[in-house]
């Protein structure tokens, strides 16, 4: 039973496409947060969410935004894709406040823009 | 700025001892957590320090001195399984979690 799932594992799509990555935690954990991880493999916190605050990365584009339906969910919508978006992303999850507790990392989502 | 340093690549030996360094430059330090990444996987956590000294688990081991902005992750009678990524991170004053770039990890025979 995964703890922390998020699909799809692979997304090859166009530049200018939308598209959106699901994360749900089984965990009951307050916090969840999603990372992008590049080529040099260096992980880059992009939001940071409970059900109290959102804490947005500032280098952030806006054309990347989390929507959580509940606790639970945590998902990533992308609009207009750019070839630099093409990365592993990762969801993850802790409980208590953020950062105060380990991380529990979903299987990540490689996506690949053309 | 806040900055974590780590070697970017180290090789040891199959039932070998290695050392991989942690310097961190932070404003302010709330915890130092190390996660283990195998090539294609997610990271998952190994340990977390927020007291001067070393903590046991198993074949693994992390130090901290605070004092000196210095961690270690010390992993004992090497396998195979442990060629790998090795990530520090540091938890600043906002609790704000700073990643180091990580160091790879490869195992010989």
């Not at chain 1, 969910?73 to 609009?79: G, R, V």
């Not at chain 2, 977390?48 to 270690?72: A, C, H, I, M, Q």
Request: with cysteine; charged share 20%.
């Amino acid at each position: 039973d995964t703890a922390v799932s998020q699909t799809p594992k692979y997304l090859v799509t166009q530049m200018g496409n939308d598209k959106s990555i699901k994360c749900e935690q089984n965990l009951g954990h307050d916090t969840m947060y999603w990372y992008k991880q590049d080529s040099k493999k260096f992980l880059k916190i992009m939001f940071s969410y409970n059900n109290k605050e959102l804490i947005i990365n500032e280098t952030v584009p806006n054309r990347f935004s989390p929507k959580s339906p509940d606790k639970a969910h945590l998902n990533l919508h992308i609009n207009s894709l750019e070839l630099g978006d093409s990365a592993v992303y990762f969801c993850a999850s802790s409980q208590g406040e953020w950062n105060t507790g380990e991380l529990f990392f979903g299987e990540g989502s490689r996506l690949t823009v053309l | 700025g806040q900055n974590i340093d780590q070697p970017t690549e180290m090789t040891a030996t199959e039932g070998a001892i290695v050392q991989i360094n942690c310097t961190y430059q932070t404003s302010g330090f709330n915890g130092l957590f190390w996660y283990q990444q195998h090539a294609g996987e997610a990271p998952t956590f190994l340990s977390y320090n927020v007291l001067d000294g070393l903590e046991e688990k198993g074949r693994f081991s992390s130090f901290l001195s605070r004092s000196k902005g210095y961690s270690y992750l010390l992993l004992k009678e090497l396998q195979m399984k442990d060629s790998a990524s090795y990530l520090c991170a540091v938890v600043d004053s906002n609790y704000q979690l700073i990643w180091g770039a990580g160091t790879k990890l490869i195992i010989k025979p």
